[in-house]
């Protein structure tokens, strides 16, 4: 008998090469795309980031541009007269500039560069001349806060903030001797070692009728009228005056008359180049004048 194979024939599952091979490139090709997709979006990601920081790049060139434009427009703008006032208030307060260095400040908006050179000339020597200040058989024009006296110590001060006696002294000795020697340091320094200045670091009135000796000088005080006060310039008799409240002073301050034409005054005042540059009328000023001294040479 023929015997029969029973085994059950079944399809086969495995695929054919072609198959596979179609298989592999399509994932391949999925791959491909997918990689080409994130690429893609890397690169488009790297581009706006890159058009991002140069755009903030830009931005902030701009603004670097825009702030030296500005910082330059600020440093050619000329610095105003209270705009340098209040810098050198600052700077004086900040560095512990002495008080009665600073209130300089306050009464007289001339003295401030002498309050800002404080640090840096307060220790230096002190003038030994007057120099060019003295014109020939004139009476030179001082100012007490001159940086070539102003910081040397009168009392417990300094010249600058409490000389104006010594100052207006100097004046006169320098001029009547027409010696430029003769300067506001050295006159100060005499009234302090004769003890012509008080606690309070003003200036005794008896220095105006006793410290002019010293120079060779005679003093003669009292009030003067108009008419003595014209009669003394004319002759060449400067004439230092002690004033009270008012064109000159708020408390107290020493001035020196120089001349006078047609019942006008000038005026000689240490502590101001605007005051000595006016001419004033002296029946506006007269009663603001406390006590007089005339001087004249020996």
């Not at 307060?93 to 008080?99: A, D, F, S, V």
């Not at 009476?139 to 001159?146: A, F, N, R, S």
Request: aromatic share 8%; charged share 30%.
């Amino acid at each position: 008998m023929k015997e029969t194979n029973n085994v059950e024939q079944r399809p086969s599952t495995s695929l054919s090469k072609g198959a596979r091979r179609n298989q592999i490139l399509r994932r391949i090709t999925v791959v491909g795309v997918i990689a080409a997709v994130i690429t893609a979006a890397f690169a488009g990601y790297c581009l706006h980031r890159e058009r991002v920081e140069e755009k903030q790049k830009a931005e902030e060139l701009r603004k670097e541009k825009q702030d030296k434009k500005e910082a330059a427009k600020v440093k050619s703008k000329p610095e105003t007269a209270e705009q340098k006032l209040e810098r050198i208030r600052k700077q004086a307060t900040e560095h512990g500039y002495p008080k009665n260095v600073i209130e300089l400040l306050d009464k007289n908006v001339e003295t401030v560069d002498f309050v800002a050179d404080y640090e840096k000339k307060k220790d230096k020597p002190y003038a030994d001349t007057i120099g060019k200040d003295l014109s020939q058989g004139g009476i030179p024009e001082l100012l007490q806060w001159d940086e070539r006296w102003g910081y040397a110590p009168y009392g417990t001060s300094i010249v600058a903030a409490s000389g104006c006696g010594p100052t207006c002294m100097a004046m006169v000795a320098a001029g009547l001797n027409q010696d430029a020697s003769i300067t506001p340091a050295k006159v100060a320094a005499y009234g302090t070692e004769h003890g012509y200045v008080d606690e309070e670091n003003n200036t005794y009135w008896r220095f105006m009728d006793e410290a002019g000796a010293n120079w060779k000088l005679n003093s003669t005080a009292g009030l003067l009228s108009e008419e003595q006060v014209a009669l003394e310039l004319s002759q060449g008799h400067p004439i230092i005056c002690s004033v009270g409240p008012g064109d000159f002073t708020k408390i107290g301050h020493f001035i020196v008359l120089t001349g006078y034409e047609n019942g006008n005054v000038k005026v000689n005042d240490p502590f101001s180049i605007k005051n000595s540059k006016a001419t004033w009328v002296f029946a506006n000023i007269k009663d603001q004048i406390k006590a007089m001294w005339v001087f004249s040479k020996k």
